[in-house]
């Protein structure tokens, strides 16, 4: 039995970190839809922003198979979006005189500990429909302060994984060495 050359495991939707992405999007979409006017072009760029974010976590991970340099890179491209995403929802706050949650208040704490133990995006969004664009935009701050904190350990775990098994031309060449000889 050979050893495989390109790894097909790549069940990105058992990921925590494309889990969070997911309820962020979903989250983000009813925002904007609730909050910003469509014709303002804050509505498409945070829409696209959070898909990006889910986007490049598929592609990342699907990429890893051939490239850990790659699945790196689309990653850090996933963390990079959503880091834009979470100045818009700290602007959206700002500008409206609207309130940040601090990091110390018993708000966050509570939507940490929801965010580690729910990762179901229609019930954040049936919890969105009853709340001010105030609440919603602090839930979805924690939440992307939490996927970046998953997003960095995923980059750790991948870079692991490339010095544990090396990068598939590595493998390539390794598998035409055994069969060179066996003969």
């Known amino acids: 039995m050979h050893a495989r050359i390109v790894n097909s495991n790549s069940n990105y939707t058992e990921l925590l970190c494309y889990k969070k992405a997911v309820v962020i999007y979903d989250l983000t979409h009813h ?10 072009r804050t509505f498409d760029q945070m829409i696209q922003a959070a898909r990006s974010g889910k986007q490049n976590i598929v592609e990342g991970t699907v ?23 979470l100045e818009d929802f700290k602007d959206y706050l700002r500008v409206r005189g609207l309130k940040l949650w601090p990091l110390d208040s018993r708000e966050v704490e509570a939507m940490r500990k929801l965010g580690v133990e729910q990762s179901d ?18 839930m979805v701050i924690v939440l992307l302060y939490q996927a970046d904190t998953l997003l960095m350990r995923y980059i750790a775990s ?26």
């Open 31 to 40: 925002f904007c839809a609730r909050f910003i006017d469509t014709h303002d």
């Open 121 to 138: 995006p229609v019930y954040y969004v049936k919890l969105a429909e009853s709340r001010s664009a105030e609440v919603i935009a602090n």
């Open 158 to 183: 991948i870079e692991d994984e490339f010095r544990i098994n090396g990068g598939v031309k590595e493998r390539m060449y390794a598998a035409r060495v055994e069969v060179r000889q066996r003969g």
């Open 63 to 85: 990429d890893k198979a051939t490239s850990y340099e790659m699945a790196i890179k689309l990653i850090n491209v996933a963390r990079g979006s959503l880091k834009e995403l």
